[in-house]
């Protein structure tokens, strides 16, 4: 978009207070992720559920001077306020215009799954053939839909929008501000069902949006669908694909065998080779051949465009480099919408400095002036520190770029030239188009090479936060247990992670890990749970705070706060003893606690306790007796103090089972990587963790022949083995040797055979189709399960996790 402020109020009715000439190109919603302030202007949505005018302070901070907002806020200075009556309301309108006057060809995909993939196969298949536009993510909601629109700007030909509803007649209100030129219509499952009285009124509802479309292609393998799109929009092209007898477009082989998969498309046949065969994928693919079609692309131009999707991975990839540096690869594709979304994601790590690779971006038609001029103002706003540009258009605006920029013709230059080694301490991006082959930038900077890694995903950690969240007051406060290096998944990138999503509170075993989080830039309140006396020091040096939980530490560690200068209350917290037995005060202390804390220059932080039994509905006698004591004692204390500290008792199957004793805050520990006692809670979460190595070797061990140490396993029919290079030093217990415990391979179950060594492990495979050296092995994530793993070692899923070995690579990914 491109409007002044004026224009912007004239098209919604608002009203201006300040410079209305200023032009506006980009509406950020999320003070987080602005990742320009130049003609961009911030808005604070409300929902029913949230106010966006919380974060009006933190966009100005960021350098934005126009705010949309349902209030002016006087406090500011200098700033030029939009002021609508209805924050999302204004969004669609504009949205509504601003599409309606622009001149692109439109795609609208709706369905209940494959929205996004699709979208994102369509993009990758397309912008290098049109100047296109897409929704980010899957931005189709209410909100998510007006914002991509407004994304539209003069030079795009193409549009490709992804449109959801989860409510009857959210569509109508869509396909108002919305309506595509080309429907699209994926699956048709349950998945949004549940505010819908039946399927055809979800149906119906999904079909609105292609009220004034010219062309239809939808999936033809629900006969409701079917039945319904030919009733209503017989006037229109309608072309439907899909696995069943009658769609117009199908495949006519047969896909379990090891062939290209033949497409029927009309009177033609599209022929390709195929990895995935499953349904999910193929009917995708069909759709999306049936769009390219209709756009004009050639048969043979539509085979080399699906080969060269195999990747598709639309996540980035944050890996732990050499020499303290944060990698972020992103080598797959590059075009200006993928650049933004890569910048965003730096912004999330606060490493003061940065470096950039970034290559020529290739195969756009557009003017490569203004294209740089555009790529080269997005990268000078984020302040790096260096630049490395490779390729030979990029670098012939070298001069645009503002960082200390260095230029080279390819990749291999850039290896050669030894820069990139030299970094230290840096959040490094790569970011580049697929035939610079940046990846390999990736193996030099990478900390540890190992085909063994323990990939977490971020945002499954916050989907399980918002769950646990979900079920609380939104006033309870909630701290993460980062102790034992984030229950093994890595303190720092969790707490980084935690801190930019607003954590009250972060919580550690030993002091040592919370100097190494304050070291690393970690600004949250951390409190220090076991607190060693010798560290009491070092805990005022870094500001942490901590439990207390007797007189005697107490004493010591008032000692130490009087050493120190220190000339306010010192933050800390008292831990009382209700039926663990572990550490804290007793009932009968609480008279003399008070006297002492009310001669002491302390601030009572918090008071709390630990449930011994949460997880468990059989000690839930126990449990209520627990949470008695510390309402009893908590109370009392607070009484005595004369002031309200924060009070917190439950843990992760605390907050789920006795969610009323929540007081003012909870600690979530193990919930948060998505494991929950109770079936029904589990199927709520997501799973966080996976654990994952490749094949070594397959060999074909004869009848009568053993393997491994001891000769443990003895083949009595011509056997196929893999070997994996994983081995008890990296965190798996030798007691799950000899078929104990079993791997994950092509989704079987594949048994561990004979002892398991220090660096390596066998497992047997006879029963797999088709499975090679390279593939991956799953030690566990969904099957097995982390509970299923942590059974094969008669243990806890909290062992497992922090018995992995630092030696396996940590990979944090977003999706
Ligand atoms: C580890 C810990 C927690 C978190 O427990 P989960 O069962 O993982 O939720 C909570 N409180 C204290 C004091 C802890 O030590």
């Given at each position: 978009m491109n409007y002044t402020v004026q224009e912007i109020a004239g098209i919604t009715n608002a009203q201006v207070i300040g410079n209305k000439d200023i032009v506006i190109k980009n509406i950020a919603f999320d003070s987080r992720i602005i990742y320009s302030t130049k003609n961009t202007a911030f808005i604070a949505i409300n929902t029913p559920k949230n106010s966006g005018e919380k974060f009006i302070e933190s966009a100005i901070d960021r350098g934005i001077n126009v705010i949309i907002s349902e209030h002016q806020h006087q406090q500011f200075e200098n700033i030029t306020w939009i002021v609508v009556e209805n924050s999302v309301e204004f969004l669609q309108k504009l949205a509504k215009y601003h599409f309606e006057h622009s001149h692109l060809q439109s795609i609208g995909i709706t369905g209940s799954n494959g929205k996004t993939i699709l979208k994102e196969w369509l993009y990758q298949c397309l912008w290098n053939e049109f100047p296109t536009v897409k929704s980010p993510k899957s931005f189709n909601s209410q909100i998510g839909l007006p914002l991509s629109l407004l994304q539209i700007n003069d030079s795009h030909k193409l549009g490709i929008f992804e449109v959801g509803i989860s409510n009857p007649h959210e569509m109508e209100k869509l396909e108002n501000i919305f309506h595509p030129e080309i429907g699209l219509l994926t699956h048709i499952g349950t998945a949004h069902a549940a505010n819908f009285q039946s399927e055809e009124e979800l149906i119906d509802e999904k079909i609105t949006l292609f009220k004034d479309s010219k062309v239809i292609i939808y999936n033809g393998d629900h006969p409701l669908v079917d039945q319904k799109i030919k009733e209503l929009y017989s006037s229109k092209k309608l072309i439907s694909y899909g696995f069943k007898d009658g769609n117009q477009v199908f495949i006519k082989n047969n896909i379990s065998r090891e062939e290209n998969i033949i497409v029927e498309y009309g009177n033609e046949e599209i022929s390709f080779p195929v990895h995935q065969r499953d349904e999910a994928t193929l009917t995708n693919a069909l759709a999306l051949i049936t769009v390219l079609k209709e756009l004009g692309i050639e048969n043979e131009k539509i085979v080399e465009k699906i080969n060269a999707l195999k990747a598709v991975e639309m996540r980035l990839e944050a890996i732990e480099g050499i020499k303290g540096n944060i990698v972020?690869?992103?080598?797959?594709?590059?075009?200006?919408?993928?650049?933004?979304?890569?910048?965003?994601?730096?912004?999330?790590?606060?490493?003061?400095?940065?470096?950039?690779?970034?290559?020529?971006?290739?195969?756009?038609?557009?003017?490569?002036?203004?294209?740089?001029?555009?790529?080269?103002?997005?990268?000078?706003?984020?302040?790096?520190?260096?630049?490395?540009?490779?390729?030979?258009?990029?670098?012939?605006?070298?001069?645009?770029?503002?960082?200390?920029?260095?230029?080279?013709?390819?990749?291999?230059?850039?290896?050669?030239?030894?820069?990139?080694?030299?970094?230290?301490?840096?959040?490094?991006?790569?970011?580049?188009?697929?035939?610079?082959?940046?990846?390999?930038?990736?193996?030099?900077?990478?900390?540890?090479?190992?085909?063994?890694?323990?990939?977490?995903?971020?945002?499954?950690?916050?989907?399980?936060?918002?769950?646990?969240?979900?079920?609380?007051?939104?006033?309870?406060?909630?701290?993460?247990?980062?102790?034992?290096?984030?229950?093994?998944?890595?303190?720092?990138?969790?707490?980084?992670?935690?801190?930019?999503?607003?954590?009250?509170?972060?919580?550690?075993?030993?002091?040592?890990?919370?100097?190494?989080?304050?070291?690393?830039?970690?600004?949250?309140?951390?409190?220090?749970?076991?607190?060693?006396?010798?560290?009491?020091?070092?805990?005022?040096?870094?500001?942490?705070?901590?439990?207390?939980?007797?007189?005697?530490?107490?004493?010591?560690?008032?000692?130490?706060?009087?050493?120190?200068g220190y000339d306010k209350k010192y933050p800390i917290h008292i831990k009382l003893e209700t039926g663990m037995h572990r550490l804290g005060f007793k009932g009968p202390e609480l008279d003399e606690l008070s006297e002492t804390l009310l001669h002491k220059n302390l601030k009572v932080q918090s008071i709390l306790s630990h449930l011994s039994s949460s997880d468990m509905p059989e000690e839930k006698d126990f449990t209520l007796q627990q949470l008695n004591i510390f309402d009893k004692n908590s109370s009392y204390l607070v009484g005595k103090l004369g002031y309200r500290p924060i009070l917190h008792i439950l843990n992760s199957s605390g907050i789920t089972s006795y969610t009323d004793h929540q007081h003012d805050m909870v600690r979530i520990g193990i919930g948060m990587i998505g494991e929950s006692p109770n079936s029904e809670i589990q199927k709520q979460l997501r799973s966080v963790v996976s654990f994952k190595t490749v094949i070594s070797q397959i060999s074909s061990v004869e009848n009568g022949e053993s393997v491994g140490y001891s000769r443990k396993f003895k083949a009595d029919h011509t056997t196929k083995i893999a070997t994996i290079p994983v081995g008890y030093a990296d965190g798996i217990p030798r007691l799950i040797g000899n078929q104990i415990g079993s791997l994950g391979v092509n989704k079987n179950l594949a048994p561990i055979v004979g002892n398991i060594c220090m660096d390596m492990m066998m497992i047997n495979v006879d029963h797999i189709a088709n499975v090679k050296e390279g593939d991956t092995v799953v030690i566990f994530n969904a099957h097995p399960s982390l509970k299923e793993f942590a059974s094969y070692c008669k243990t806890i899923t909290y062992e497992v996790l922090t018995s992995i070995s630092p030696r396996v690579k940590r990979i944090y990914i977003k999706d």
């Open positions: 972020i690869n992103d080598s797959f594709n590059l075009d200006l919408d993928s650049l933004k979304t890569a910048l965003q994601f730096l912004n999330e790590y606060n490493k003061p400095q940065k470096s950039l690779v970034l290559t020529d971006i290739v195969g756009v038609n557009s003017n490569s002036q203004e294209l740089y001029e555009e790529v080269s103002e997005l990268v000078n706003e984020q302040k790096f520190d260096t630049v490395f540009l490779i390729g030979d258009e990029i670098t012939k605006f070298e001069e645009l770029f503002k960082a200390a920029t260095f230029t080279f013709i390819n990749t291999q230059e850039l290896i050669e030239s030894k820069h990139l080694t030299e970094i230290n301490n840096q959040i490094i991006l790569l970011k580049g188009a697929r035939k610079f082959e940046i990846e390999k930038l990736k193996d030099i900077l990478e900390l540890r090479k190992h085909d063994t890694v323990l990939e977490i995903n971020l945002n499954a950690i916050l989907h399980n936060i918002n769950y646990h969240k979900s079920l609380l007051k939104p006033t309870t406060k909630m701290m993460a247990m980062v102790k034992a290096n984030a229950y093994g998944l890595g303190s720092y990138e969790i707490s980084e992670f935690l801190q930019h999503h607003h954590i009250d509170y972060l919580g550690v075993a030993y002091a040592d890990e919370g100097v190494e989080l304050r070291k690393k830039g970690i600004t949250t309140p951390i409190v220090v749970m076991n607190p060693e006396q010798h560290s009491y020091k070092t805990i005022i040096e870094y500001n942490l705070e901590p439990e207390l939980y007797s007189f005697r530490v107490l004493e010591l560690f008032y000692e130490a706060v009087q050493k120190s």
